[in-house]
């Protein structure tokens, strides 16, 4: 029974860092960030990255992710762009304090 308990918190505790990882990263497009892509020869999504709106380089979005925030349609492409948050992620996104 205590092994099964365990599994289950280890479950909830990590089902709360990838939304919290969600959050933070749509906190990041939300204030101008963008995630950008790259296809592979069968013009497949290869490989994803997130920028912020300085420019920098943010290690926490995965493909795994991208497809997540796709699928709930919080983030779109125009024009062959990179990927900008919507009006349906920004309203996912919960208010977040910023140090700057």
Sequence with gaps: ?????????????ARGRAALWKQRILHLLAQGGRIE????????????KCLTRDGWHYPGVDLELFRKLKR???VS??????Y?????GLAL???ELDNR
């Excluded at 029974?1 to 505790?13: G, P, V, Y």
């Excluded at 492409?77 to 990179?82: L, T, V």
């Design 72 to 74: 709930k349609k919080a």
């Design 84 to 88: 900008r948050i919507t009006r349906r």
């Design 77 to 82: 492409s125009s024009d062959g762009g990179p």
């Design 37 to 48: 892509i790259e296809k592979n020869e069968k013009k497949r999504i290869a490989s994803v």
């Design 1 to 13: 029974m205590r092994q099964i308990i365990s599994a289950t918190a280890s479950f909830a505790r």
């Design 93 to 95: 996104v919960r208010s």
